[in-house]
């Protein structure tokens, strides 16, 4: 639960800084962000606890490129102090074709 609480928190960052968020893609709108599991290990710290990692994908509506760009740029300005960068991608949210959108470097969770 540990790891869920993380997420979870994350996703209430992203949120509060203006970026609506969620882990279940079908719970988020363009322009908005989905907060996902990247990898998780056991055993590596002095308590046993789990260290983990997130990925965030801020994704936008398919307004043309430029728009697009401007959006996804505009969402990434509000939380580059979390990550080491982002990598241009096209996502497809459930039942929509493919949008837009910006995969952030991993984020550590714990």
Known sequence: ???YKAL???????????IPAALD???VDAPGAIVDLEEIGGGSTLCGAFN???T???VAPDNGRG?????L?????????LT????TIELALPETAPLPAFKLNPIDLI
């Open 1 to 3: 639960m540990e790891v």
């Open 67 to 71: 728009l697009a760009l401007a959006t």
């Open 52 to 54: 983990a990692r997130a």
């Open 73 to 81: 740029l505009d969402m990434y300005s509000k939380v580059e102090d």
């Open 8 to 18: 979870t928190d994350l996703a209430a960052e992203l949120t509060s800084r203006g």
């Open 25 to 27: 893609p079908r719970d």
């Open 84 to 87: 080491t960068g982002a990598q």
């Open 56 to 58: 965030v994908y801020l």
